[in-house]
């Protein structure tokens, strides 16, 4: 059932769609989902949470945008000012990066039971939790409000620091919440049917099912039969021209 969505589509009842914009914008949001309808009832909380958390994850990179505005305004340094300058990267790159590379894989592996799809979501969920501890860590000019930046604001200013720790608290809280939900998913995906022989045979079938995919291997064949005929042809006539050649100097 998912699909693109445009326009009144998402002012149907019972349409979700994510992410949904305002209802005065003219642009339409990019998938639908429905956690009630699409996801048994038994994973439904799961998915749930895991949405929420990506929307807390999103939320907390803006606020780490705010404690990196603080700290430059305390702190004119060359590390802070990289580290607001990423942190206005990261803020653009880890809300859609991790919605299409962990939330959007484990809703698919719930709804269809896709093996391929849990074991994309652990490898790079796995990536994202390590994410978070160098973001909780706070390393100065990464753009990471951690502990270590904001500790050593404690030196300028107290109530900046106090909102740098905030934001430290924060990506500290999306540790254990990460470590917490990938033991629970892995634990629910050893209640269903998947394994890695069944997400080998996924890939290959959607690989396969690719025209682009397709249409690379029929001309790699072609030209690789293509080839061998010539060269067989050209074979059999170096051999046809010297058993003629051979014929004609043994002839009288």
């Keep these: 059932m998912e699909s693109h969505i445009y326009g009144s589509y998402n002012s149907q009842p019972g349409r979700i769609t994510a992410p949904s914009p305002p209802s005065f914008s003219s642009v339409g949001p990019c998938f639908y989902q429905d956690i009630n309808v699409e996801i048994s009832q038994q994973f439904q909380r799961t998915v749930t949470i895991m949405y929420y958390f990506w929307l807390f994850c999103t939320g907390t990179l803006f606020f780490n945008l705010i404690s990196s505005v603080v700290l430059f305004c305390i702190i004119s340094s060359s590390d802070a000012r990289s580290g607001l300058y990423l942190s206005v990267l990261w803020v653009g790159l880890f809300p859609p990066c991790s919605f299409f590379c962990w ?22 969920f796995f990536a994202q939790v390590v994410v978070f501890v160098i973001m909780s860590i706070g390393i100065p000019g990464w753009g990471f409000s951690g502990w270590i930046v904001s500790i050593s604001a404690l030196s300028y200013s107290l109530i900046p ?38 997400a080998q045979a996924e890939l290959a079938t959607a690989v396969m099912s690719n025209h682009a995919v397709r249409q690379a291997v029929n001309q790699a ?30 002839a009288p």
């Design 103 to 124: 939330y959007r894989p484990v809703y698919k592996a719930f709804r269809n039971d896709s093996s391929f799809n849990f074991f994309a979501f652990f490898f790079i």
């Design 161 to 198: 620091s106090v909102i740098m720790m905030i934001s430290a608290i924060l990506f500290t809280a999306e540790i254990v919440m990460g470590v917490v939900m990938l033991k629970r998913i892995h634990n629910l995906y050893k209640q269903t049917n998947g394994s890695f022989q069944k």
């Design 221 to 250: 064949v072609c030209q690789a039969v293509n080839q061998a005929v010539n060269q067989a042809v050209h074979q059999a006539i170096a051999s046809t021209s010297a058993s003629v050649a051979q014929g004609a100097s043994t």
